[in-house]
């Protein structure tokens, strides 16, 4: 069975940099586009970033440049480093296919950009 944990979460000031980790289990990695999404209570969940199986990297307008999508097919583990924080980055980010997947979703881990 396929699951994908999510961790690396925290708080930061305005400008800080975090790396989020996605451990995914189960043998599927290497195939499958690859996603980071966010959500903020109340509000639509909303997508981040993607990684094709080929590498080809997609970044909703709001992170580019700031935030970089990259997997370790060995490690089945997907990451995503956010620099240049902002408070509107705050939210909780999840890991997922793309497109994503009802079953998969995890827990999300909690970012939080304010001074």
């Known amino acids: 069975q396929v699951q994908l944990v999510e961790s690396g979460g925290g708080s930061v000031q305005p400008g800080g940099a975090l790396r989020l980790s996605c451990a995914v289990s189960g043998s599927i990695f290497s195939i499958y586009c690859v996603g980071w999404y966010r959500q903020v209570p109340g509000k639509q969940r909303e997508l981040v970033a993607t990684l094709a199986r080929g590498g080809t990297t997609n970044d909703t307008d709001s992170v580019k440049g700031r935030f970089t999508i990259t997997k370790d097919n060995a490690k089945t583990t997907m990451y995503l480093q956010m620099d240049i924080l902002k408070p509107e980055d705050t939210s909780v980010y999840f890991c997922?296919?793309?497109?994503?997947?009802?079953?998969?979703w995890g827990q999300g881990t909690q970012v939080t950009v304010s001074s």
């Open positions: 997922n296919f793309c497109p994503p997947s009802n079953g998969y």
